[in-house]
T-cell receptor
Framework: GEDVEQSLFLSVREGDSSVINCTYT??????LYWYKQEPGAGLQLLTY?????DMKQDQRLTVLLNKKDKHLSLRIADTQTGDSAIYFC?????????????FGTGTRLKVLA | DTGVSQDPRHKITKRGQNVTFRCDPI?????LYWYRQTLGQGPEFLTY????????KSRLLSDRFSAERPKGSFSTLEIQRTEQGDSAMYLC???????????FGPGTRLTVL
């Protein structure tokens, strides 16, 4: 079945770059997404990448996609304390005969001042 | 603010009671999703509407759960005879369907005592 995996925790110092990684088992998704969730809140769409792209840059965010290795990453440049949150990767993947939005387990990013 | 709204934000109930949650999607979004999120996990898909039609239901959605989207606008999620295991954050998201990007509401946190 489909699976989306992320490392659980990442800690960086303010001003450094953060790289959050995601691996998935099925490459059928046309788009792959990154969401941010702050405590007690819903998820906020940060960015997405079309599956035929290798890279997408959006201000401080850079998404890299390696379809061969089924690996997606989110790089946050000049990480700020306000970036502390849980980050989820997601894909629209086939499961049980249909397509569903599948989220990773989430990576908790802690930014140290 | 024209984002996705959910009501109530918090609900505390006793085991065995029925609860109903409401979601108002972004207007003109024809797709609406319900998810359940427990601590330390990503959102798990529950059900999906395209306009007023409920197109998909997860196996997680037992007979005690029912969702509606009359007229293709707001949606309700009802849980009958609540159990302690139903305690979770219930998230609603809407999507215009173009890139399957989802816009989440703040969630309803349910606590079953």
């Amino acid at each position: 079945g489909e699976d989306v995996e992320q490392s659980l925790f990442l800690s960086v110092r303010e001003g450094d770059s953060s790289v959050i990684n995601c691996t998935y088992t099925d490459s059928s998704s046309t788009y792959l997404y990154w969401y941010k969730q702050e405590p007690g809140a819903g998820l906020q769409l940060l960015t997405y990448i079309f599956s035929n792209m290798d890279m997408k840059q959006d201000q401080r965010l850079t998404v890299l996609l390696n379809k061969k290795d089924k690996h997606l990453s989110l790089r946050i440049a000049d990480t700020q304390t306000g970036d502390s949150a849980i980050y989820f990767c997601a894909g629209f993947l086939p499961t049980s005969g249909t397509y569903k939005y599948i989220f990773g387990t989430g990576t908790r990013l802690k930014v140290l001042a | 603010d024209t984002g996705v709204s959910q009501d109530p934000r918090h609900k505390i109930t006793k085991r065995g009671q029925n609860v109903t949650f409401r979601c108002d999607p972004i207007s003109e979004h024809n797709r609406l999703y319900w998810y359940r999120q427990t601590l330390g996990q990503g959102p798990e898909f529950l059900t999906y509407f395209q306009n007023e039609a409920q197109l998909e239901k997860s196996r997680l959605l037992s007979d005690r759960f029912s969702a509606e989207r009359p007229k293709g606008s707001f949606s309700t999620l009802e849980i009958q005879r609540t159990e302690q295991g139903d305690s979770a954050m219930y998230l609603c998201a809407s999507s215009p369907g173009v890139r399957n990007e989802q816009f989440f509401g703040p969630g309803t946190r349910l606590t079953v005592l």
